[in-house]
């Protein structure tokens, strides 16, 4: 059984077959690549994170769009830099360029062969570089900056001439490195004699110090540089620029730099890392430079150097050390003739027991086989590695989030915008160890311009800082304590009002109903509720009507007094045979009810005077149905017997077999569905309209347009008929309690809205103040 | 006569229809003027899936026989709306109806519509649920919903009469949006006296359109307006023959 | 069903009822008369089970002891007592009519009243919900409207009570139905989406 997976997220354990985490449902694979985290000397992995954008806010979405921008213009801009330096390439260097301008001060009219030729070992470079990056190589052509010439040598530059030896082409043979150098390695050690003696031989070298005379002794010396861990600060990792800076006490890059005297044996003594100090103690002399191709067998090469410095040793070994440093060095002053520095106290704490060399022991180290970049930018190269060997900032390991989240072009802009290296030699120790190309340019000798810097803090636009701050203000007051929506008291208030106007509505209307009342006067006879009563008065006696129940029971007491008056007279005038039939579920026992209180004095018997047909479900669609097929869709009653077979149902076979049709209803729309289905169908014969008084105006146009023969509409209507036939009836009962209770309700809808109104605008008021 | 005037009307309607919708399909889709109803109603839904209330929808009693199905039936268009909208909530929607074959087809649609999210298996049936087939038993078996199922949004759409406010009141007293549109003018105006976000008129019908960006419902609100225009011409050269004399 | 089947049975129907309420064709009648007649005994059957719906729903909240499960209860006891009596007696019956006059008039006119109520107080607090044109149009017309239809003034002064009339005849009959021309015409394009399958609120989409 395979072990449970813990989330790291919540810390519970998941079954194996689980991809996310059932508790907090968090990718449990994920997190196993979580614990890759980045480690020193790991190229950052460019995460992926385009697939979580949907369900991020809209506001860090669009911070994302625009430092994705941002990222794409800095890529933009720095192919074109890097176009541009290959395009400087092309042209004379910057370096170049000064030393023209030089040229043209002393009114030399061309430039020496041994710098025309210049231009050709510099493409020589670019062509090793493609293969074998070498960073000084690369940029020190490309330093735009004049003032700089010696530090982008390393300080060479300034060293005298005198002695330089040249080859047949003009240039100094560590320039050209051609002939000699190939013939070198098809026969290494006889040529040897026929260099120049290096300066390393005699251990008379003394890197970068500035004050070496000048090679080209007409040009004054530039001023010193800034100190160079400043100028190179921009050029640097964040984790590099953190470090203490160089005027500060243990700054050793500054205190190299400013004594400038300082020579290679204390330089490398202290700073030198491991395997440079395994070189040291496998070196000889360098007095034996005709043997170093001897000893170089005897260099017990560390397992852990890395590739470029195997091969180098490999390839060189029988190469002679001066041709490596460059014949030039040979004629320097002697050491003696420079002022000491200060000498290096000690080796530092973390480089145990080693002891700075003396100068003897630094000129055998670099009779050793040591790179190019090494031979020629020694002192610069340790204001980096010290600094890299001395840092206390322990190995970190990033979270996989803060690597996602880590911008890889940002941390090595360089390296992308240096398309000639595509790959570099892999540090080997320091917190960039196994990086290639992660340090693109050596400081002083890479270009002077500062990358742009990136700051810690989220980059926002104003519009995002506004979105944010109105997130923080959303989610703020979801936090507030909200007030209640009504206060105690308001509540109170409500529901006091509710009760005063029920109070006041039961009261009044109890109290009148049960006094008897009439001192109200009857309601005028509306025109179409006089063609209602004129419509009954013509209908034939004994004819069969049909009257439908379309109400509700909620609606019973006001369609009841409205229709009671009309049907006691139709019942009272022609005694017809009644047809019972209702389209709401309660319409049968209604009809049951109508008839047994309103009409209850004609003594009409179910069965014999009326058909009570039940409940017509279905609708417009069963009005219809029933319209044109009555004794089909309906054919018993709610005791289940033929309806048809019964005295009030003989001789009906369609709907216009009755001689009129009376509609009860609560709203419109059931008279409309009335009239619309079955008055197509009743062949002239009236249909008759008993409704509440909120249907009454809607069914207006059907009044008019003789749809319907006539309307009785709510209290008023049937008040009006009891009026027409001097039978006082129900609604005459209601007529003044519904009066004074209206005209009360209107009074307390007028104070009522009126104060509320005033209290209303104060409040506005007040809210404006 | 009558009869083919009013097929006429029914086949011009539903070639419109068909017509407006195969251009809305290539078309993007349409701005409505602002209706503050419906957009209340977008954000008390949002909220009622964030704080885990209830969203409720009522769609009245108007039965599918009747011309009163119409209302329930645009209802029914809305609510597929709000609950794939709510189908993710912890409480889902729940509709009452006071028709029986409203009150499948209100459960159909739910379920529809939790199938189109992908949450089928939240579903209930009993979400959907009859509670009166009158209309004051209706309003009786709903009022107890908005204080015993913790209702934060409420929705009164399709055929109701006067017994709305009694519903209405019902929902503002737990505090609840309350979203009302019925096809009864009566009851409109009670509506209005009685709701903060009323919908006059043939609202109604465009509540789907205003909930979704469903090609047929905004062609169908371009096609109501051809034929309002049509109505207007047609009672006014009416009037017009009216005064001239003319039959 | 699989549904595009039910969604193909159903715009049949649909255009053959549709068809045969305009059309003068006999056998579009026929078809039409004999689909309505089962429309109306889906109807019934539909009211049934939708009683059955309720008594689930309710039975759910008693046996989860949901809020209010004591009415669910009351409720469920007087349902079948009453179908029990309707089933043994018939609907006829006096005991079933007395029910619905001693229990359903009653509570439903008990509930009409509490609406008056309800809507005097909602007039009431009308301009608390909001204040403008249209507001103070509804409650000057409202206030108007019932002050000329009470009887005492109607009564005595002739010509409020047309006036009255005349008002509730002409300007609100003809809004209300402007507005229901307009609701007709969302009804008939809410009809044909349905009929034509673009709404199918029978499932599927």
Redesign the interface.
Known sequence: MMAEIQCRNCGKFNPPELIKCQFCQLPLSAMDDEDETIRPGQVPTKKVTAELEPILPQWLREAREKSRKAAEEEAARQAAEAEQAAANREAPPDLLAGLEAQSHRDEEDEVPDWLAGMQKTSHKADERVETYPRRQEIRWEEEPSETEPEEEMGGLVSGPQTEVTFDESGLPSWITGGPAEREEKETPAPARDERPVSPFDTGSFRPNTGELADFLPEEPAPPPAPAPTAASEGNLPDWLSNLPPADQPGGKTQALVDTGSLDMGSLLSGELPDWMTNLDTASTPSEAAPGVAGKSDAFDLPADLPDWMKATSSADESKPAQEERGAFLSPMPPSEEIPQPPPVPSSPAFFPGMEPLGEEEVGELFAAELPDWLSNVAPAEPKHEPQAAASPLAPGELPSWVQAMRPVETVMPQAQAAPATPSGPAEQQGPLAGLSGVLPILPGLGPAKRPSAYSNMLQASEDQQSNAALLEKLLASEIEPKPL??SSSVVFSQRA??WT??II?LLLVTIISLSGSQV?????L?GETFAAITTINAIPNDSPILIVFDY??????EVEAAAASLIDNLILLHHPRLTLLST???G???A??FMKTTQSQHAYL?GTNYV?L?Y???????V??FA??PR??MPH????TSVWSLPPGQGINTIADYAAVIVLT????SA??WIEQAGPLINGKPMLLVTSA?????L??YILSGQAAGLVSGL?GGASVEQAAVRPGLSRGY??A???T??I??L???I??AW??V???QARMRGEA | MNALIGFGIVLLAALLLLGMTLLRRKSPPPVFREIAAFTRLRRAAGLAVEDGTRLHVSLGRG???????ASALAGLALLRRLAEQASGSDRPPVVTSGDAALTYLSQDTLESAYRAAGAVELFRAETGRLSG????SYAAGTIPLARDENVSASVLIG?F???AALLTESAERE?AFVLAAAD???TQSILFASVQDPLIGEELYAAAAYAGPEASHAASLQVQDILRWLVVLALLAGAAMRLAGLP | MNRPFAAAIAIAIGLIVLLGYFLPIPVLSVLR?EL??W??LL??IA?LVGIFNLISVHWQKIRRRERGSFYSAVLLLTMFVTLALGLLL???HSV??SL??SV??P???S???LL??TL??A??????RR?DLMTVVF?LT??LI??L????????LSGL??LA?SM??TP??GG??GI?LGVALGALTTGLRVLFGMDRPYGGK
């Open positions: 929506a009504a009002l509710r106007i029920t509505l109200t006067p009857p309601p005028n509306p509700e029971a909620s609606l019973s007491g709401s579920l309660n049968p026992a209604l049951e009810h179910p009570n039940g017509l479900p279905g609708g417009a669609a069963g219809l149905g044109e097929a089909v869709v009653t709610l005791n289940g609560d709203q419109a729309e409309r569905v909120q249907a009454g105006p809607m207006q146009p008023a007529w003044d519904f009066g004074l209206l005209l309700v209107v307390m809808i007028f009522g809205s509320n109104l209290v209303g605008i | 039965g599918l026989q009747s011309a009163r199905g087939l009158t209309a004051f055929h009469g006067p017994e505090n009864e003018p009566a | 008369l309505v007649q429309a109306i109807a019934g009211a018939g609907p006829a079933m009519q619905v006059e359903i008039i509570v439903e006119a509930l009409m009243a008056a109520v005097v107080y007039s009431i607090r009308l301009f608390r204040v409650l409202l206030l019932l002050f239809s009470t009887p005492i003034l109607s009564g005595n009570g047309d009339r509730a005849n609100a009959a209300a139905r229901l």
